[in-house]
């Protein structure tokens, strides 16, 4: 028996317009589990109608900053009296593993109260104004109608990093999840009505990208679009923007370096290497697919990972001995499947797996065995490109500037990781490296006090953090005469 959700339009669950509805898969059995709607144009204009509502007419658009807040933390409450439930339907639908998730999904509250608690905060300020008689001051209002569109490796922790800053500025969401994991997102509606957000603050639109995503980017009353997702889609995502001048942030991909060096403590540089690239079947954006490690150590430091990698579980991600789950969708899988033939091909020489995983318990999942190549040159395709998956490529470095050089020589900059012992090395590395994270002595940490994006092609914007909010707000400049005077020449300027 399939489940069948429904859209979310202004504070109900409904069908979509289409009465038209599309599988999503479980990726461990390989079946189908749910119904999803397939929504159309006439969805997103409803949901984006109901949204400027709220913005414009609704209580959300009275009532105050603090009111505001407190609806937020009774949210991050709801969610983390339900994070078992709502990390068990990330699980059945994306296929990474419960013990990630469940420990995502307790954590996740933290954003509702960091945001609620900032949202009577958003302080404008008193101009000391250059000119005689005027009183000048700023203040920030929301920039209007959110779009959130979110990709399927998080969807849940993305809802909070993009709508968590969004509400406390006062904006409204239409969100358009991964139509690979939608049924989360459509669950967690039902704890934003519980939590008491009025009618309209929250939409959820379900569906294709080139159907329903880029419907909701061009629609005249999206103020902005707030993005995580392939570099292909964010370029599509921004130029359709720009031809209405809305706001954007990308959060897009990486090909981050974790950078080893000789005297780092090889045990924790370890643990670092395999949860920089394993931990989520490397479906991160932030995976440490490029390990670039000195030389003078490298064939030990390769025989620590590969002695790991030996130990790790395949299997089912509901599991708590689980290490590794399988690869979400299909397309993923056929990518990551491709992209270890072209290493090959291009003469990387791989010294662990390689393949579709095959044995007990992984005949109908989508497997992929982890995967290590070594003697990699930084040029090649599988240094350079993305492949979201459990595919490692070691590369050895000599010197310091070198791993810069490297470490820097791809069109992305999300995150990096670094392992030295000595203080003033790792300082230098950090300020060399072009990344929007930079992470030493460790991997794969994120907070909501902590700015999270990338530079160069990796994206635009950050996410988390107290600026975050300014992603959502626009400043407004407000002058007012104290003059009494006569009124000057009209036809020169002030
Ligand atoms: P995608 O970027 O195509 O999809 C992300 C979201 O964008 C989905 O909700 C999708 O429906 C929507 N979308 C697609 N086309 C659109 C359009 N023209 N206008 C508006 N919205 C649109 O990513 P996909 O196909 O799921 O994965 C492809 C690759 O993207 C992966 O192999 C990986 O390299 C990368 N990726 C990066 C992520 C990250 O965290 N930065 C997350 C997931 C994927
Ligand atoms: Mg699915």
């Not at 289409?18 to 159309?40: H, K, M, N, S, V």
Request: with cysteine; charged share 20%.
């Amino acid at each position: 028996m399939t489940q069948t959700f429904q859209i979310f339009i202004d504070g109900a669950y409904c069908d979509a317009a289409t009465g038209q509805w599309f599988d999503t898969l479980d990726p461990y059995t390989g079946e189908t589990w749910a119904q999803i709607p397939r929504c159309g144009a006439e969805d997103v204009d409803r949901a984006v109608a109901a949204a400027r509502r709220a913005m414009t007419t609704g209580p959300w658009a009275t009532m105050t900053a603090t009111q505001r807040g407190k609806i937020m933390h009774r949210l991050g409450d709801l969610v983390a009296e339900h994070a078992d439930r709502l990390a068990a339907l990330e699980v059945r639908d994306n296929g990474k593993l419960l013990a990630e998730m469940a420990g995502q999904l307790k954590y996740h509250p933290e954003w509702w109260y960091y945001y609620g608690g900032l949202a009577d905060k958003i302080e404008g300020s008193v101009v000391p104004i250059d000119k005689p008689d005027l009183f000048t001051y700023t203040t920030h209002e929301p920039v209007g109608v959110v779009a959130a569109i979110t990709a399927w490796n998080s969807p849940l922790l993305f809802i909070a990093w993009k709508c968590a800053p969004a509400l406390a500025a006062g904006c409204s969401v239409v969100i358009k999840p991964s139509e690979f994991t939608s049924a989360s997102t459509l669950a967690f509606m039902e704890l934003t009505k519980q939590a008491g957000f009025p009618d309209g603050v929250w939409n959820v639109v379900t569906g294709f990208g080139p159907e329903v995503g880029a419907e909701l980017v061009a629609h005249k009353d999206v103020a902005k679009i707030t993005f995580t997702g392939s570099d292909t889609t964010g370029r599509k995502i921004y130029e359709a923007a720009a031809r209405g001048l809305k706001r954007v942030s990308l959060e897009l991909g990486g090909k981050s370096p974790n950078i080893v060096f000789a005297d780092a403590d090889l045990d924790a540089a370890v643990a670092g290497a395999v949860s920089g690239i394993f931990a989520a079947t490397g479906q991160t954006c932030i995976a440490g697919s490029r390990l670039l490690v000195q030389n003078s150590i490298k064939d030990a430091f390769t025989e620590k990972m590969l002695a790991v990698a030996r130990d790790a579980r395949m299997g089912d991600p509901m599991q708590p001995d689980t290490h590794i789950g399988p690869v979400t969708t299909q397309p993923q899988f056929q990518k990551i499947l491709s992209y270890i033939d072209i290493a090959k091909s291009e003469g990387a020489r791989c010294i662990f797996g390689g393949n579709r995983a095959q044995g007990p318990g992984l005949e109908n999942g989508l497997f992929v065995e982890p995967t290590i190549f070594t003697d990699v040159s930084n040029s090649m395709r599988i240094a350079q490109e993305e492949v979201f998956g459990p595919v490692l490529s070691i590369i050895g470095f000599d010197e310091e500037e070198d791993a810069v050089q490297l470490g820097n020589d791809v069109i992305y900059g999300l995150a990096a990781g670094v392992w030295t012992k000595d203080i003033a090395r790792a300082m230098r590395m950090s300020k060399a490296l072009k990344a929007g994270i930079v992470w030493v002595n460790t991997y794969r940490v994120i907070s909501y006090m902590m700015p999270f994006g990338g530079v160069k092609q990796s994206g635009i914007g950050r996410e988390s953090g107290i600026r975050a909010i300014e992603e959502f707000l626009e400043t407004k400049a407000v002058w007012i005469s104290t003059s009494d005077a006569p009124p000057a020449n009209p036809f020169i300027q002030r």
